[in-house]
């Protein structure tokens, strides 16, 4: 579908108030509220033909100058067919850091939100396994966010030694 | 005992003996984890070829070998199978670091990159490298064996001596944080742990 097609079925779905759009040279944006993003990507997959999820990011804007929001939640989807893509984003603020989970509609989103739980620590509900998955069980922290040092707080070197004499 | 047996000529030949065996057949433990893997794995292709020095077969199992040879980056998720696999060899066993992660973080030094293998368990030689030409890595093996020729004993007497952890003395001891922040390309004080910001 075209964009303009894509922007005037999501505004009569959701009203022109319920999402943004921006625009970058081939870069299209919908930026939709956290209470309906579930709702926009179900559409876009089933009514606007964009039936591959790329990607599921996150970025944490905690320095960023003029920034409203800390967490912003970034969707990746293609249309296989057309060979168009389009981002969807949500802000997001703690203390509610939880969004509705894709797994019902791509299964590929099963790993990318546990992705971005393990890094940011965004909570996906309705996730049938959400766990860590880049590091290990017991870490505490959640590495990408801006406040977490880059050589991490100890944790890379808490284990314990085996000399050559016992081991 | 009156006897000091340690000197004696049947105990230094057996040593000799043992030594000459142990160090001509070197069976590697290939615990290949990144891009050094890549290389281990050219050094025992055919045409830099490991098993002209007694690496004859890299087993993977750790019960049936001797040789460790740790290559590529640990992270903090795998440092405890690397150690549970170190201590499932049985002894005589040496370890090999290959390349600059595996010997001290080389450019990962991040907060999931172990900075060096031989702060949790001991290496017996060093690769430098990003990754180590297989030449190096052969040259090692060379190294080690010249290592278990001078210093390696029948019943393993060279081991019980190594009690200390051989690991290097922890980043915060060795620098004092700073205020300023240091660009990346400054590498003597580019080790140095910022806690504001970063």
């Given at each position: 579908m075209k964009h303009e097609d894509i922007v005037a079925h999501l505004k009569s779905r959701f009203g022109a108030d319920g999402f943004a759009t921006s625009e970058f040279r081939d870069n299209r944006r919908i930026i939709a509220q956290p209470s309906n993003l579930f709702a926009v990507l179900a559409s876009l997959r089933g009514e606007c033909g964009f039936?591959?999820l790329i990607d599921i990011t996150?970025v944490?804007y905690?320095?960023?100058?003029n920034a409203k929001d800390?967490f912003g939640v970034v969707y990746a989807l293609l249309d296989?067919?057309s060979g168009e893509r389009i981002y969807v984003k949500t802000y997001l ?6 969004v509705?989970?894709a ?65 | ?198």
């Amino acid at each position: 579908m075209k964009h303009e097609d894509i922007v005037a079925h999501l505004k009569s779905r959701f009203g022109a108030d319920g999402f943004a759009t921006s625009e970058f040279r081939d870069n299209r944006r919908i930026i939709a509220q956290p209470s309906n993003l579930f709702a926009v990507l179900a559409s876009l997959r089933g009514e606007c033909g964009f039936d591959s999820l790329i990607d599921i990011t996150a970025v944490d804007y905690l320095y960023y100058p003029n920034a409203k929001d800390r967490f912003g939640v970034v969707y990746a989807l293609l249309d296989s067919v057309s060979g168009e893509r389009i981002y969807v984003k949500t802000y997001l603020n703690e203390p509610e850091l939880a969004v509705r989970s894709a797994c019902s509609l791509w299964q590929g989103a099963d790993w990318m939100e546990r992705e971005v739980y393990d890094m940011y620590g965004i909570v996906f509900e309705g996730h049938p396994d959400l766990r860590r998955i880049l590091m290990p069980e017991e870490f505490t922290a959640f590495p990408l966010r801006k406040d977490y040092p880059l050589r991490g707080r100890g944790e890379r070197h808490n284990f314990p030694v085996l000399t050559r004499a016992e081991g | 005992m009156a006897v000091d047996l340690s000197d004696s000529v049947i105990l230094t030949q057996l040593d000799r003996l043992a030594n000459w065996v142990r160090k001509n057949s070197l069976w590697p433990m290939p615990f290949g984890t990144a891009c050094c893997g890549i290389e281990l794995m050219a050094t025992g292709a055919s045409r830099h070829d490991i098993a002209r020095f007694g690496a004859e077969v890299m087993r993977f199992s750790p019960r049936q070998c001797d040789l460790m040879i740790v290559a590529g980056r640990v992270v903090m998720k795998m440092l405890p199978i690397l150690q549970r696999i170190w201590l499932q060899m049985p002894e005589p066993k040496w370890c090999i670091s290959m390349g600059a992660c595996a010997s001290s973080g080389g450019v990962f030094d991040t907060y999931a990159v172990v900075q060096g293998v031989d702060r949790f368990m001991p290496v017996d030689v060093y690769i430098p490298g990003c990754p180590p030409r297989p030449e190096q890595v052969i040259q090692s093996v060379i190294d080690l064996q010249e290592k278990i020729r001078k210093t390696g004993t029948l019943i393993g007497k060279e081991f019980r001596e190594r009690k200390a952890s051989e690991a290097p003395l922890p980043l915060a001891l060795e620098l004092a944080p700073t205020e300023t922040v240091i660009s990346p390309g400054d590498f003597a004080t580019g080790t140095r742990l910022r806690d504001e910001g970063q």
